[in-house]
């Protein structure tokens, strides 16, 4: 196994252990940092493939434009994910983060693609089972426009890009975030499973300018729907629609 209580920092940092079913492959409680050179972006790979990989501490990648997005992956059997995740642009766009559990994956920290200046990022959280524990926090907002947010599946899980999960849990106490902070629209959010979803937490795409639509929310689950939390899809101040949420079960 790995186990990271310091600091590392590099261009690029991957961390990688077999492990088991039952080891903790992975153990990051420090922190992790890497910041891309002109040409490429900033990555850090958490790979821990046959056991868990844990995160407790920071990590942080920073490249230069979206076109050569900054990228955060973890990837491994059980993936579960506290402290802060982030992923930033000095363009000021939100960077790319992928937590992919082939068994499960669990946030409990601050997951964070936010575009300060312009668009927001692009966030998947897949595995066979998902959950967004109460104190999960996970924000792809942006000046411009809202960026991506997608737990359990893409858009009627019908996205390739992302696994579809058996079952999606989002608890109360816990937000997404795909927000236009400036002038633009709100962004997508997706919370979906093949059987089973539990939805008991906060979404918002808002436009929260004088101008902007709201963005596009669904919540479904293919099999059952349990839904008691709360969406929000304000348009713009001055001139701006509402934006859709679509409950499928």
């Known amino acids: 196994g790995v186990l990271n209580d310091g600091t590392i920092e590099g261009a690029a940092v991957e961390l990688k ?7 903790l492959a992975i153990n990051n409680k420090g922190s992790v940092r890497a910041t891309g050179a002109t040409n490429s972006g900033g990555r850090v790979f958490l790979r821990g493939m046959g056991g868990t ?12 434009s979206a076109a050569e997005s900054a990228s955060v992956l973890i990837q491994s059997a059980y993936a579960r ?8 642009n000095d363009d000021g766009s939100g960077g790319d983060i992928r937590i992919s559990g082939n068994q499960s994956a669990e946030v409990t920290g601050g997951i964070v693609a936010v575009g300060n200046t312009a668009g927001g990022g692009d966030i998947v959280i897949e595995g066979a089972s998902v959950e967004l524990g109460s104190q999960a ?16 599946g893409g858009f009627q899980g019908q996205d390739v890009q992302v696994r579809n999960s058996e079952l999606t849990l989002v608890s109360e106490g816990s937000v ?29 795409a808002r436009a ?6 709201g963005g596009f929310v669904e919540v479904s689950g293919k099999n059952s729907l349990g839904y008691s939390g709360s969406v929000n899809l304000n348009g713009g ?13």
């Open 137 to 152: 926090m996970v924000d792809a907002s942006g000046a411009t426009g809202g960026g991506r947010v997608r737990i359990g």
């Open 81 to 88: 994910v506290g402290g802060s995740v982030r992923a930033t």
């Open 237 to 249: 101040t001055v001139g701006g629609g509402a934006g859709t949420l679509l409950l499928d079960p």
């Open 17 to 23: 252990a077999h492990g088991n079913m039952f080891a």
């Open 53 to 64: 990989v844990e995160n407790s501490g920071s990590i942080e990648a920073t490249g230069p």
């Open 176 to 204: 997404v975030r795909v927000d236009s902070t400036g002038e633009g629209n709100g962004g997508l959010a997706v919370i979906w499973s093949d059987k089973s979803t539990m939805f008991a937490g906060e979404v918002t």
């Open 208 to 213: 929260q300018g004088a101008i902007g639509n």
